[in-house]
């Protein structure tokens, strides 16, 4: 089956220290990889993706992601954390042999505080 | 440009009760897909449209339908209305290759009571 894995509920870091927010995958194939972040009662905004190509991907907000095939993970990180940053962060996949579907993970919660 | 947009923006409605959800694509995007996300979880794909055919079926009973029209735009409807349905109705519109990225709209607050 199918599935995405954010092993942590939540993640707490400090403003100005780097943040990392864990994601893992079991999806046949190499799958396109997404990272969304959602505040609250809001919809979800993209943040990055991978395709293809450097496994270092840059997005949106001093956001970075890092694709790694042999451990099937795609990890959200970010040098130097914002009180502001703090929001629910999803990751999210596309199996390129069933790309009519998207899977989430259940999120994880970051809270940096001042 | 407007972004994907969804109406109402919250709905209560009882126990047996039939909706309808409401969704316009950004302009340019042929696809269209819903999803439901009940509190604390992540999304949950229900379905995806492109040109107006349905492309992919989530794990959802057949109370749930959709539709797309001519102008992209695409209305969910739930049928037979159960407390389980309360969630957050999200829809998402993108170009029509696999790589593209999907852009969400601010979605449907449903409650069941």
């Known amino acids: 089956a199918q599935s995405v894995a954010q092993p942590e509920d939540q993640v707490n870091v400090a403003e100005g220290n780097p943040l990392t927010v864990k994601c893992t995958y079991s999806?046949?194939?190499?799958?396109?990889l997404f990272w969304y972040v959602q505040y609250p009662n809001r919809g979800l905004q993209f943040l990055l993706k991978?395709?293809?190509?450097?496994?270092l991907v840059k997005g949106s907000y001093g956001f970075e992601a890092e694709f790694n095939k042999s451990q099937t993970s795609f990890h959200l990180k970010k040098p130097s954390a914002l009180v502001s940053d703090s929001a629910l962060y999803f990751c999210?996949?596309?199996?390129?042999?069933?790309?009519?579907?998207?899977?989430f993970g259940s999120g994880t919660k970051l809270n940096v505080k001042p | 440009d407007t972004g994907v947009t969804q109406s109402p923006t919250h709905l209560i409605k009882t126990r047996g009760q039939q909706v309808t959800l409401r969704c316009s694509p950004i302009?340019?995007?042929?696809?269209v897909s819903w999803y439901q996300q009940v509190l604390g979880q992540g999304p949950q794909f229900i379905f995806q449209?492109?040109?107006?055919?349905?492309?992919g079926r989530g794990n959802f009973p057949d109370r749930f339908s959709a539709r797309q029209f001519p102008n992209y735009s695409s209305e969910l409807n739930v049928n037979a209305l159960l407390l389980g349905d309360s969630a957050l109705y999200l829809c998402?519109?993108?170009?029509?290759?696999?790589?593209?990225?999907?852009?969400f709209g601010p979605g449907t607050r449903l409650t069941v009571l």
């Open positions: 998402a519109s993108s170009l029509e290759t696999i790589t593209d990225t999907q852009y």
């Open positions: 999806v046949s194939g190499n799958p396109y």
């Open positions: 991978y395709i293809t190509g450097d496994n």
């Open positions: 999210a996949v596309r199996p390129r042999d069933n790309f009519n579907k998207f899977y």
């Open positions: 302009s340019g995007h042929k696809s």
């Open positions: 449209y492109y040109e107006k055919e349905e492309r």
